[in-house]
């Protein structure tokens, strides 16, 4: 596969260095390095597929234009729109030309987010009554530093766009609106601190934040024949999973526990995913006008003040 990389920004260099001997050229307007300026430069029969690490205001605009050219896409996290009319146009136009649209949420690929999913669909915990989660990091200033990312959303666009994801693979898309408990901006214009969740079967409890300053992912799945609680991301290691087992009518559970230490695994995961998208071209784009819909949703209520 010949993969063209535009936007040499962190992810951008990220992708670059796990596409390795599979990239032929790199696009960015003003990075240093870079062997094109635009993606319309890059001769069309050299390449069969772009991973785009551009800012989201771009996005649309290279999407159809790769697309229409029959292009797979892998495009990095989140793809929004103003509406949900811009992405069903990109996902006809993916499935007119057999060309994948896949959105990269690598978080899938953690191999206790696997774990976790292995159990939930094995039926080991029975009915799951309540999943909290806690993704928190330490990059406010970061942010607000760049004039591209503190706006809108914050953090919630960012770092909620992957719990949203989860919610997908984990549990599947739920019924009810989203419901926002807190929406702060305690050191930048955008959201730096987030707090919602979903009602219903399960119940799903969100916290996110660009204000811990050591990195922490938590998550914590209570269910009719025990729990599950993932402690960290392989990336800021270790990162541990415990699976314990309900003793009735009551008592100390039975628990396993596995601790990994291990450099990121899911970029490198997840570009083989995509590579077997390509063999058998489908799109994602179904997962992201719902999470699309969600996020102008709650930016309409976060605007009205009727959160």
């Known amino acids: ?20 001997g599979d990239a032929v050229a790199t696009v960015d ?22 991973l785009v690490c551009t800012p989201d205001q771009a996005k649309i605009a290279l999407l159809t234009y790769l697309l229409t050219r029959g292009k797979h896409v892998l495009v990095e996290k ?20 057999r060309a994948v649209c896949y959105t990269a949420y690598n978080h899938r690929f953690e191999p206790h987010i696997l774990r976790l999913k292995r159990a ?14 806690f993704y928190g990091n330490g990059t406010a200033r970061d ?3 760049s004039a591209w990312r503190d706006q809108d959303l914050g953090v919630f666009s960012d770092l909620g766009s992957h719990l949203l994801d989860w919610t997908l693979f984990l549990f599947g898309q739920p019924s009810g609106p989203l419901r926002v408990a807190a929406a702060h901006r305690f050191e ?30 938590r998550c914590d799945v209570f269910a009719e024949k025990g729990s599950a609680h993932i ?11 415990t699976l314990r087992h309900r003793v009735l009518p009551s008592g100390r559970p039975a628990e396993e526990t596995e601790t990994l230490e291990c450099p990121d695994p899911t970029w490198q995961a997840e570009y083989v995913h995509f590579l077997g998208l390509c063999r058998a071209p489908t799109t994602t784009i179904e997962n992201d006008i719902w999470i699309n819909s969600i996020f102008n949703d709650v930016r309409t209520r976060l605007n009205s003040g009727s959160f």
Not at 1 to 20: E, N
Not at 231 to 241: A, E, H, N
């Open 231 to 241: 402690d960290c991301l392989c990336k800021w290691g270790p990162s541990t999973f």
């Open 143 to 145: 942010v607000r530093n």
């Open 29 to 50: 307007p003003v990075a240093p390095g870079a062997g094109f300026r635009r993606i319309e430069d890059v001769p069309e029969a050299s390449y069969d597929a772009v």
């Open 188 to 217: 930048n214009r955008a959201y730096d601190h987030f707090r919602a969740g979903f009602e219903g079967s399960p119940s799903l409890d969100f916290e996110m934040t660009l204000l811990s300053w050591r990195n922490t992912f």
């Open 120 to 133: 939930l669909d094995s039926g080991e915990l029975g009915k799951v009554y309540l999943a909290k989660f």
């Open 1 to 20: 596969m010949r993969v063209v990389v535009a936007g040499l920004g962190v992810q951008g260099r990220k992708r670059l260095a796990i596409a390795g």
């Open 78 to 97: 989140p793809l929004l729109a103003g509406s949900g009319g811009d992405l069903r146009q990109l996902q006809k136009l993916a499935e007119r030309h």
